[in-house]
């Protein structure tokens, strides 16, 4: 790795590993499921999804109603003032007021403090499915793994039964193995068998469980186990310099400099609101004037006067949240920036670590037991050279198998710490690898 780059070597080969997708004599899978589509479907019934689209909803039409004007008032008065005055009796409306506050300022910067928390919304939004991305890709991994380490102790107990040996000397199987076989070495193989078809039951348990928590997560049918594609490499490569460049886009990012543009937003409109809209009234009233009832009109304006109180408390507050805002910003630069090296180093540390494994302890491990079982059938060598070199066979290509799976769910806490959506991600794709 150069310059902090690193890229997926070919970490398997037809010829040396190749395991498909099982399924369990209880369930029968259908379809084949991605990432990408596991990830489509899951943010397709995830309830947060529901949830973020209904809070961008209520954002929206807070951001309508902060353009609006404050409704007016009336008020109507009846009373037996000019009954009394005249003699006549009875109740009459004697006044109609329309009252009307003028918001002179504070429209202006309440709709740009609803724009800036509609953004946040849509950030946070961003957010959720690139959590619920990264848990799906956790799942997702799991399962491969189990299937794929089911799918090989599958494997090794067929090979085990393979194991074919003569009861007495000079006779001969159809088998591979053909030498005659102590009783000692008979229960060694036996032994062996049994661990091997306890590991197989232990591996369907894992599937089991690994299946049901898949199928529980993307909202699946429970009586059939889902099939995910095989464990692979994944041809993909990130520079790390241009991941870092590129955090300013994070969805956590964006969200914390939308709340930034909110509180300063939030400190104009707490300026413009330290006092009370004015409030212009236009007013009927009638009354008697020279023994005659008469109808007059009129307008007044109520204007609050900042004698004692001048109402500093909302801004103060507002300025409190600027402060909040800025410093949760610089908080999150700094914890992506971490999350996002630390996953990256741990990530190629993983590559680097599985193709080893293949180069220099698969294919020789895979050598040597086919030698072993040659030189045992041969003679050559006893059971306890066999079994060992079966052992470690099967014990490399598990742990080569967890190291994929490994370097898979790493990934995906890189994608969640550079913001990248698996969906929407191929603008940082370096390449394919050849």
Not at 23 to 49: F, G, N
Not at 359 to 374: G, N, W
Request: glycine residues 4%.
């Amino acid at each position: 790795m150069k310059k902090n780059q690193f890229s997926i070597l070919g970490l398997l080969t037809p010829g040396v590993f190749a395991l498909a997708t099982v399924c369990s004599t209880s369930a029968i899978a259908e379809d084949t499921w991605t990432l990408e589509s596991s990830v489509k479907r899951v943010l397709q019934v995830a309830p947060e999804t529901q949830a973020g689209q209904q809070m961008i909803g209520i954002r929206e039409m807070q951001q309508q109603q902060a353009s609006l004007w404050p409704n007016p008032e009336i008020e109507i008065r009846a009373d037996e003032a000019m009954g009394l005055d005249d003699g006549s009796g009875g109740y009459d409306l004697t006044e109609l007021v329309i009252s009307q506050p003028i918001p002179v300022k504070r429209l202006q910067s309440q709709g740009k403090q609803a724009a800036a928390m509609l953004s946040v919304t849509h950030s946070q939004n961003l957010q959720q499915q690139l959590m619920l991305e990264h848990k799906t890709a956790m799942l997702f991994h799991e399962l491969q793994l189990k299937s794929a380490i089911f799918a090989l102790s599958q494997q090794r107990l067929e090979m085990v039964d393979q194991f074919k040996y003569a009861q007495k000397a000079g006779k001969r199987s159809t088998g591979q193995l053909v030498r005659y076989l102590s009783p000692l070495e008979q229960k060694r193989l036996a032994i062996l068998r049994e661990t091997a078809r306890q590991a197989s039951s232990s591996a369907e348990g894992e599937l089991n469980e690994s299946a049901s928590q898949f199928r529980i997560l993307l909202n699946l049918d429970q009586a059939r186990l889902p099939a995910v594609s095989a464990l692979n490499t994944i041809p993909e490569t990130f520079d790390l310099s241009q991941l870092q460049q590129q955090l300013s886009g994070h969805p956590k990012m964006q969200a914390a400099q939308h709340a930034i543009a909110a509180a300063n937003a939030e400190i104009d409109l707490a300026r413009a609101s330290r006092y009370k809209d004015p409030t212009v009234n236009l007013f009927v009233e009638r009354d008697n004037f020279n023994s005659q009832r008469e109808t007059y009109t009129g307008i007044s304006v109520n204007l609050e006067i900042p004698l004692w109180n001048e109402n500093k408390r909302e801004l103060s507050v507002a300025r409190a949240n600027l402060i909040e805002s800025r410093t949760e910003l610089e908080m999150q630069r700094r914890e992506l920036n971490s999350r996002l090296q630390q996953s990256f180093m741990h990530y190629g540390h993983l590559l680097e670590q599985a193709s080893d494994y293949r180069t220099q302890l698969l294919k020789p491990a895979e050598d040597m037991f086919q030698l072993s079982r040659k030189s045992f059938a041969a003679g050559e060598q006893n059971i306890l050279g066999l079994i060992d070199s079966h052992n470690t066979y099967f014990e490399i290509r598990r742990t080569y198998l967890e190291l994929l799976a490994a370097a898979g769910q790493e990934l995906a806490s890189l994608r969640l710490a550079a913001g990248l959506s698996l969906i929407d991600s191929t603008a940082l794709v370096q390449g394919d690898i050849q």
